[in-house]
């Protein structure tokens, strides 16, 4: 494969990851979509399609700090940035990872790690001891955190598979059309 093929795939993904990034900052303006976010689907696609892990990670995180910076500016007026937030990161390098395991895309398994992704998410982030939230650092107060985030998770399934029915059904499309998007080992079969 010729270094022009490796670059004009890479940038490919990079430009479908950063045009569904841009799709958070709806939720700035329709509270109603809290949680119907492409981030979960970006990860698992960065995960699943970048040949270089290493540039999954980095394009999907780097892309999830900016598009924070100005979901946050939209509701401060000021570029902030939590120190939470970095539990958020470490949830969704774990689904890049999760992402990276995908052998077949198909819509079985693209639907499977959604749902991975998103519990993952749920167990992590709902965890009443990391943000001091309103729930007891408990046990039950982590049972009453997660019940309470079931109609947030819920929308991040709904999100997760729009988005990744998006982006794994439109790359392959392409794939299917454009060699220059396709892998060594895809030229080969």
């Known amino acids: ?35 119907f976010t ?11 399609y970048f ?5 999954a990670y980095t394009v999907v995180l780097i892309t999830l ?4 910076l100005a979901i946050n500016y939209l509701y401060t007026s000021a570029l902030t940035w939590f120190a939470g937030s970095l539990w958020v990161y470490l949830c969704f390098a774990i689904v890049v990872f999760i992402g990276s395991l995908i052998k077949r895309v198909n819509v079985l398994n693209v639907f499977v790690v959604s749902l991975i992704a998103v519990l993952i998410h749920w167990l992590i982030m709902d965890m009443p001891w990391l943000y001091g939230s309103l ?13 309470a985030a079931i109609p947030f998770e819920k929308n991040m399934i709904y999100g997760d598979i729009l988005y990744c029915t998006i982006l794994f059904g ?20």
Not at 51 to 55: E, L, M, S, Y
Not at 135 to 145: E, F, M, N, V
Not at 170 to 189: P, V
């Open 65 to 68: 700090f900016f598009s924070d």
């Open 170 to 189: 439109g790359f392959e499309l392409a794939k299917s059309k454009y060699t220059a998007l396709r892998t060594n080992r895809e030229l080969a079969l």
């Open 51 to 55: 040949t270089d892990k290493w540039k």
């Open 135 to 147: 729930y007891p650092h408990t046990l039950a107060g982590y049972g009453q955190s997660l019940v």
């Open 38 to 48: 492409p981030v979960g689907a970006i990860a698992l696609f960065g995960g699943a």
């Open 1 to 35: 494969m010729s270094i022009k093929k490796i670059d004009t795939r890479t940038i490919v993904l990079i430009l479908l990851i950063v045009t569904a990034a841009a799709m958070r900052l709806v939720n700035v303006k329709y509270q109603a979509l809290s949680n």
